[in-house]
């Protein structure tokens, strides 16, 4: 599958039906899977034989749609989750414990910065917050020898800081370990991160892949370049036999899968975070018109954005794809073929402006979600970020004024006529 190009990966990569099996994915509604004798099931159970077993470690509908996911990423193995937070605490978890330490981005979705801040925190890891835009120079100085990943978003949810990708990646390497890059925004279709350097992706496939906001999900993708056998003591769950697991050694046993093998074989089967095969069907229905999808969003937002941009209402606009944002070179070098279809910007007159703005939109509904067909707006001063202090909106490059504005792929001068009737109830 790996030579077809994107379009077609969306559509046909993941499940490949033969002779007389269902054109299309079969949803594995069972807990369980049966066999013949003792022996075929032990062997499973030693990690001998690959099959499947119980649904909480694996089932074939979500393995055909993480397959799918990994093609289109370019990685090596892949695993869903049952939601985004469930794939980003797992992609660090599978790596760090009680005693260790990480480094993330300021840039990041608030459930994710929150996770690894105050939640993980209780588990014993310690957590450095850096500046996207830190030198090179500096963010080396952030690395101690317990160090197990660095953590940023391709595109940050909701500041939109591109991520420099080289950069990261070149700091997390010299120290020995990997870099892990939730690529929700951008998706495989406008952005493959392991063409960087990036070592692990990870998904909320509730945003883009599904598309309709019909199923919470998640999904980690590993790229299989990283070598863990140069740092055994570093990661020794990897390296070293698994005393959980019949004294498995990862590395040794499953090569480039290793990472995501032990993330299913005990992180999985612990802590039990499995999307249910229904909605994988659903993701999987998603992936199929993504490329469609990703391009109209993008042709939207730019629309909407330049729009914005000239309307005297309007203090400023963020949006990459926008010729004079930021971060447009940055998105033209790792995403030449679009962003994303959210942008963000504020309204003169600040935060009572804002509210009286949203409530006034028709067409556009308040909502907490982004990257679905319908277009809606938020505002995660007093939504998403409300548990966040003013100075870690400010660290997140959360303006208080910030609108989010999941432009949707309804026609774009309907999307505008609404914003246009809700600027008028401002006079
Ligand atoms: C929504 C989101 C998440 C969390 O995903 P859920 O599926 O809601 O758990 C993580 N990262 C980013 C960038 C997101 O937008």
Redesign the pocket.
């Known amino acids: 599958m790996s030579d077809y190009r994107i379009e077609t990966k969306c559509i046909q990569s993941g499940w490949h039906p033969t002779k007389g099996e269902a054109r299309i994915l079969p949803i594995y509604q069972s807990t369980t899977f049966k066999y013949d004798t003792s022996e075929q099931m032990g062997d499973l159970f030693d990690l001998k034989a690959s099959g499947y077993f119980y649904t909480r470690l694996q089932n074939p509908t979500n393995d055909f749609v993480a397959a799918k996911i990994c093609d289109m990423e370019g990685g090596a193995a892949a695993m869903l989750t049952s ?3 469930a794939a ?1 605490f797992y992609a660090v978890f599978n790596l760090a414990e009680a005693g260790d330490h990480i480094i993330i981005s300021s840039a990041l ?1 608030g ?2 910065f929150n996770l690894l801040t105050t939640t993980v925190a209780k588990m014993g890891i310690e957590t450095t917050v850096v500046d996207p835009e830190i030198s090179l120079e500096d963010l080396r100085k952030e690395f101690k020898p317990n160090t197990k990943c660095v953590l940023a ?1 391709s595109i940050s ?1 909701p500041s939109l800081v591109v991520l420099d990708f080289e950069k990261f990646a070149k700091a997390a390497h010299e120290a020995g370990v990997p870099l892990i890059v ?1 690529n ?2 951008p998706t495989p279709v406008n952005c493959r991160p392991f063409e960087f350097g990036v070592d692990i992706v990870t998904h ?1 496939t ?2 883009y892949m599904d598309g309709h906001a019909v199923s ?3 999904c980690i993708v590993d790229s299989g370049n990283f070598d863990w056998t140069k740092y055994p003591d570093k990661f020794p769950g990897l390296c070293y036999p698994d005393e959980s697991y019949h004294g498995t050694n990862y590395t040794e046993q499953f090569g480039k899968a290793a990472y995501i093998v032990k993330a299913t074989a005990t992180l999985m089967r612990d802590l039990g975070s499995i999307q249910s095969p229904q909605n994988a069907f659903y993701v999987n229905l998603g992936l199929e018109t993504l490329h469609l999808r990703m391009q109209r969003h993008c042709e939207n937002a730019l629309k909407v954005a330049k729009w914005l941009k000239a309307n005297e209402n309007v203090a400023w606009v963020n949006y990459p794809g926008l010729e004079g944002d930021v971060y447009y070179e940055r998105a033209k070098k790792y995403m030449p073929n679009g962003t994303c279809g959210v942008l963000t910007f504020g309204i003169k007159g600040g935060r009572e402006a804002s509210i009286k703005f949203m409530d006034a939109l028709k067409l556009i509904a308040i909502v907490t979600h ?1 990257a679905d067909t319908r277009s809606c707006v938020l505002h995660p001063a007093s939504h998403t970020h409300r548990q966040m202090t003013d100075e870690q909106l400010l660290e997140a490059g959360v303006k208080p004024d910030l609108i989010r504005f999941s432009v949707g792929i309804e026609n774009a001068d309907d999307i505008i006529a609404d914003l246009e009737q809700a600027f008028n109830c401002l006079k």
Do not use: H, L
């Open positions: 939601s985004g937070q980003n979705y459930g994710t978003e949810n939730d929700t925004f909320s509730t945003k919470v999900g998640g982004v």
